[in-house]
């Protein structure tokens, strides 16, 4: 499992950046959310963080 981005949904807020316990989200030059995978702990924090929905934990 990993968390994957809604592009379409992210607006760029950094709430999933600030609850990632792991540092593995970034936002990018575009200010979407990006998932390092590699680092990605599948807490499901930046999902419940997400007030846009655009992050789920598959």
Same mark, same amino acid.
């Given at each position: 499992m990993v968390a994957k981005i809604d592009a379409d949904s992210c607006t760029g807020c950094g709430s999933c950046v600030d #609850? %990632?316990?792991a540092a593995a989200i970034t936002l990018n030059d575009e200010d979407i959310a990006v998932v390092?995978? &590699?680092? @990605?702990? &599948? @807490?499901? /924090? %930046? #999902? &419940? /963080?997400c007030p846009n929905g655009a992050i789920t934990v598959e």
């Amino acid at each position: 499992m990993v968390a994957k981005i809604d592009a379409d949904s992210c607006t760029g807020c950094g709430s999933c950046v600030d #609850e %990632c316990p792991a540092a593995a989200i970034t936002l990018n030059d575009e200010d979407i959310a990006v998932v390092d995978e &590699d680092e @990605c702990l &599948d @807490c499901g /924090a %930046c #999902e &419940d /963080a997400c007030p846009n929905g655009a992050i789920t934990v598959e």
